[in-house]
């Protein structure tokens, strides 16, 4: 199996992991969600696969997910699945596939326990934080 990252190269964190993944030497399948869009079979797959509800998915920060109101507690998993499918910024990001495991991989450091191959290296976010020390 190989290495997925559904993408958003807008967003910090999403570069933070794609650059993590990339530090251990593996070449991800990138996926631009925004530009291909989602299927509501995707969608329901990766959640399982990540022990994720579509609401814990959700994203609800710089998206109109309030405005659509998809934020009151009584919006159905449906409801909100629909909404992702039609707006693909509403679906928070990045979700990582890899043999150990899928994840949405917020904060950057989730991606580690996906990863296959160890890093032997100092890695950073953009900003300069320490994410992990070399051994």
């Not at 530090?23 to 399982?48: C, E, K, M, N, S």
């Not at 499918?85 to 899928?102: F, M, Q, S």
Request: with cysteine.
């Amino acid at each position: 199996m190989t290495t997925v990252i559904h993408h958003n190269p807008d967003c910090g964190t999403s570069r933070n992991v794609l650059s993590i993944i990339r530090a251990t030497g593996t070449d991800p399948v990138v996926i631009h969600y925004l530009d291909t869009g989602w299927t509501r079979a995707q969608l329901r797959g990766l959640f399982a696969a990540a022990d994720l509800t579509p609401r814990a998915a959700l994203r609800t920060s710089k998206s109109p997910a309030e405005e659509l109101g998809l934020t009151a507690d009584d919006v159905s998993d449906d409801t909100i699945l629909d909404a992702m499918v039609a707006h693909p910024i509403l679906v928070n990001r990045p979700i990582v596939c890899t043999p150990k495991g899928v994840a949405l991989c917020r904060p950057s450091e989730a991606v580690l326990p996906l990863l296959e191959i160890p890093l032997t290296g100092d890695v950073t976010k953009e900003d300069g934080t320490l994410i992990l020390a070399a051994p």
